[in-house]
């Protein structure tokens, strides 16, 4: 069972950038596909990005197409978010999750229920 912790949230102006960590512990990191989701207030949880388990491909919300980065680090456990020009509209509790380590085939993974371990999440606030 895999534990996630994130970091690097904060406040920022349009325009800005940040860059969201996620530290997993406790199960085999390189074994999960990995993701981003995030929520707004008074809005449903939605997907941002994800990454297979080598790192080699991605998908991303075409809302942040061209804007953020996924990317991992398997020998450090970690999974980042590389975000630039942000937008108030990104302002958000952004979430890290990793689907279940076997059986998960690479496909775009945007549901909730993709995912069988969630972080704690990080606020992140766009400033206009």
């Known amino acids: 069972q895999v534990q996630l912790v994130e970091s690097g949230g904060g406040l920022v102006q349009a325009g800005g950038s940040l860059r969201l960590s996620c530290a997993a512990s406790?199960?085999?990191?390189?074994?999960?596909?990995m993701g981003w989701l995030r929520q707004a207030p008074g809005k449903q949880r939605e997907f941002v990005a994800q990454?297979?388990?080598?790192?080699?491909?991605?998908y991303y919300a075409d809302s942040v197409k061209g804007r953020f980065t996924i990317s991992r680090d398997n020998a450090k456990n970690t999974l980042y978010l590389q975000m630039n020009n942000l937008r108030p509209e990104d302002t958000a509790v952004y979430y890290c999750a990793a689907t279940s380590a076997s059986g998960a085939v690479w496909s775009l993974k945007s549901r909730i229920d993709d995912y069988r371990y969630w972080g704690q999440g990080a606020q992140v606030t766009v400033s206009s």
């Open positions: 406790g199960g085999s990191f390189s074994s999960h596909i």
């Open positions: 990454i297979s388990r080598s790192g080699g491909m991605t």
